[in-house]
């Protein structure tokens, strides 16, 4: 049994040296929003939070999402988005959702970041389905200060399009146009920093499917560093896999994290409840 930390009133206990904690306060305390600034630290800090069987319903993790981050941004409408590749839940999104299966950052495409996001588990797989994290804050730190000035400035061009290509390597005209069509702006990609930094002053590494090439250099030269850099924060110390039950949720810090959906059967029906917190700026 790890140690159990007090910070103030928020009890928890640390994953991994590098990644994550599990919470342990009562539900009732962590719905009173009288712990929320300690939660925002310490998930800046450590990437990933555990909530064990909490068993939030929707109207609660609505308000405990609002607590920590100012506003539970809506997806497609809704403030509770359902993850699930079940055709009947989810349409017009689940071909999108399989590149979920692979590490990412939410909303690349998007003008605001997904600052956090919190996921609720409703209904497991038959098989597999557990949810991996990679935190990207301590990643960066852990870099040799050469590599850090090599890449303190760079700019990384994100495409919806290259993300679906992991699942779908040989799409339509037709599939490879909507893809290319999508986003905030219509235009399916945004340049982004590659090296992200905090309000805070921290900084880590925005990286994942969408990362398509690196502003000014070579394809080959991109793809070394991008791979090499995901390899690198995706490794043992900075890696945490949650292996969910009912009534758990996770909540991670979407701009300093990486997460991919381990492969399950996609009619199995297994079904996670989403909410997210809008950031500021991706700068």
Known sequence: MSEVIEKTRLKYERIKPKVGARILNSREEILSGELSEEIRELLEEVGVLVFPKIDFTDEEQ??????VGGNAEEIRGEQVFKISLDKNVN?????????????????????????GSVLSSKVL???????????????????????KDKIENLRVVHSMWVSQ???????????????????????????????????SDRKSLILGNTAERVVGMSSQESAKLLHGLREHATSEPYH?????????????DNTGTL???????????????RTIIKGESWG
């Open 91 to 115: 349409k017009e999104a689940v071909e999108y959702l399989k590149g979920s299966l692979f590490w990412h950052v939410d909303g690349t495409m998007n003008r605001i970041p997904i600052r």
């Open 165 to 199: 290509l992991y699942h779908c390597p040989e799409p339509t005209l037709a599939q490879l146009e909507d893809w290319m069509s999508k986003g905030e702006d219509g235009t399916g990609e945004r340049e982004l920093p590659l090296v992200y930094k905090h309000a």
């Open 240 to 252: 945490y896999a949650h292996e969910w039950n009912v009534g758990d949720a996770v909540m991670w």
């Open 125 to 147: 797989p038959t098989w597999g389905g557990n949810t991996e994290f990679a935190n990207c804050y301590t990643a960066y730190d852990d870099l040799p200060q050469e590599t």
């Open 259 to 273: 997460h991919r959906a381990m492969p399950y059967d996609p009619d199995c029906g297994r079904m996670l409840h």
């Open 62 to 67: 609505v308000k405990f999402t609002n607590s």
